[in-house]
């Protein structure tokens, strides 16, 4: 069967990587985090201390870019692909509030984007990837066969990252979190480089009233309406 690629883009926490992740486990193509790759390079900075406050000494980061190496390693006891910085496995440390609440601005400046477009096209090579991040179906792959563009309202996705972070041990509070998902998608929305928008051709998904296996559900069925529609044409 003919390969495709599939871009998932969307808010943050929309829960766009568990559905990303469950179908191309279902369907055996490689599903990529975009977002874990920006995580890591925010970690990278927090721990090198080109932080000062907010602001990032962007300078400093690009002489050192070349230094950061994101792979992807796949834990043979979850069979769950996890982010490695530096050959560090860093799959922890990079959803930690303390990375979330930098990341957008790391996120913002064109030569890091640069870099990871680069580094996301050439996984995307063969086909048969899904990826999800911001930017996916508009600037990484512009002819992905099937975007989509995932929604679900604010309260929603900051009550499901709440509960996530709290079942990771982590010490926080609804307000936070919505404050950092609206944070990021007022910055990731409104960045000159590759900003969070949705494809002219992309189908939306608004999965503020579905649980996890109806939005499974649909992203398969959306992929095989998508994949019949490709063999007609080809007849
Ligand atoms: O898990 P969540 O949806 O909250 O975020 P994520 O997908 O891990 O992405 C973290 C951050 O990385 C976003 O808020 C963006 O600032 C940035 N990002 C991006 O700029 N472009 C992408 N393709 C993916 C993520």
Redesign the pocket.
Known sequence: MKKIVIAV??????G??TMAKELAKQIGYIYI???????AVTLYCLQHHLFSGNTLDLDALRKVLNDIKITFVKNPETGRSETFLNGKNVEKEIRTMTV?NK??I???AGFV?EE?VRQ?QAMGSEKGIVM?????GTV?FPHAELKIFVTASPEIRAQR?LEELIAKGENVNFEEVLHN?TT?DR??STRKD?P?KQAGDAVVLDNSEMTIQEQNRKLKELYENRVNEGLARSL
């Open positions: 883009d969307g808010y943050s926490s929309c766009k990587s985090d975009s977002g874990a790759m920006y995580r979330s990341v957008s790391v996120a913002a984007r990871m996301q999800d991040g911001r930017d996916i990484v990252r998902l990021r910055i990731d590759g969070l």
